[in-house]
């Protein structure tokens, strides 16, 4: 029997833990997955804390409902080690990214092809063990793509920070032919909004970060401007630029982002919020009609969607933005960096 090896949670607010324990079988339509890359995103933060901040002092408790240990990462990217006998054209050696956000099957949202949405999901690495590990357990083979000639690492971190961009400028819808769209926030999510957005879009999109390497990354990467939201004048001087922005994607998620994306909307403008990092949002709600104002806010995407975003990725040539690559065994150290803001771009775990 093989063994396999995971970065376990064994306690909230913990330092990930080596646990090493036999590989599942799998058993009827399942898959087992031999990982090769695994992306470290913002939300496994989260998970670890065990909770999400609300704003003030509210936190939201995401520590019920998983077994401990428990092993994180939904970014994962393998090689098909062994099927059930049921697993129609889960051929062993197939290198495949994993569709991460599944569902119940059986729920509205699931039937309506939004198993992100699932009132009871089995997100990998979330509500079911999941990538920072050697091996991984697919219940059916329809959650695996193939992603050749992409890279392992690019492939995976298409599947949460690639899936929630292509998702979030999805529902922009039409705006951005009118100008150009904003992209706050440069983190992973961010970075890869912007490589997206330059492929789906004729106009270069502007970008916003608070970071100076960040934005000075993204102007490397083929955004028109890059603006400072701290600085008082990054206002004046967008609304000079475009008169209003129609379509803005807010991927950090806090008070202060929210309130800068929807202080540069103009008529029939609408942003997207796709971070979660945290606040308390006011906002004069006749705003809403008088600037015939959208905000909308997702969550990953769909099967479908990564489908076509990999289709994508692939037809225009998207290249992927920079990522280090560091050993499982370095999860903590990562996830470590990640909350000290130490990351520009991703980084992918190599088991
Ligand atoms: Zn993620
Ligand atoms: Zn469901």
Redo the contacts with the bound molecule.
């Keep these: 029997m093989t063994q396999m090896h995971r970065q376990s949670l064994l306690a909230y607010g913990q330092p990930l833990c080596e646990t090493v324990v036999d590989c599942p079988t799998p058993r009827g339509s399942e898959v087992l997955v031999r990982i090769e890359r695994c992306g470290v995103c913002h939300s496994d933060l989260h998970l670890q804390d065990g909770y999400f901040l609300l704003g003030g002092d509210k936190k939201l408790d995401v520590s019920a409902g998983r077994p401990l240990p428990f092993t994180l990462g939904h970014e994962i990217a393998g090689v098909i080690e062994r099927a059930g006998e049921a697993a129609e054209g889960a051929d062993v050696g197939r290198r495949v990214a994993v569709y991460p956000w599944i569902?119940?099957?059986?729920?509205p949202?699931?039937l309506g092809g939004e198993?992100n949405l699932?009132?009871?999901?089995r997100h990998l690495g979330v509500g079911v063990d999941g990538g920072f590990a050697t091996h991984v357990l697919i219940p059916h083979p329809r959650y695996l793509l193939d992603y050749a000639p992409l890279s392992a690492g690019f492939a995976a971190m298409l599947m949460c920070s690639g899936l929630t961009a292509y998702s979030a400028l999805k529902r922009l819808a039409g705006r951005p032919e009118r100008g150009p769209v904003m992209l706050v926030g440069l983190g992973g999510v961010g970075m890869m909004g912007l490589a997206i957005a330059r492929a789906l879009f004729r106009t270069p999109p502007i970008v916003a970060d608070i970071d100076a390497e960040k934005r000075k990354a993204a102007l490397a990467a083929g955004a028109a401007q890059a603006y400072d939201p701290a600085d008082p004048q990054a206002r004046k001087a967008i609304m000079t630029a475009t008169g209003g922005v129609l379509s803005a994607c807010d991927f950090v998620g806090s008070d202060k982002s929210l309130q800068f994306a929807t202080g540069l909307l103009g008529r029939g403008g609408k942003v997207v919020v796709t971070g979660l990092l945290g606040g308390t949002f006011s906002i004069a709600t006749a705003m809403f009609g008088i600037k015939a104002m959208t905000i909308e806010g997702t969550l990953t995407g769909t099967l479908a969607e990564a489908r076509e975003l990999l289709d994508l990725v692939r037809a225009k040539n998207i290249q992927p933005i920079p990522t280090r690559e560091r050993p499982l065994a370095q999860a903590q150290a990562a996830l470590d960096d990640l909350r000290a803001g130490r990351v520009v771009g991703r980084t992918v775990l190599c088991a």
């Design positions: 569902g119940c099957g059986a729920c949202a699931c198993e699932c009132a009871s999901p």
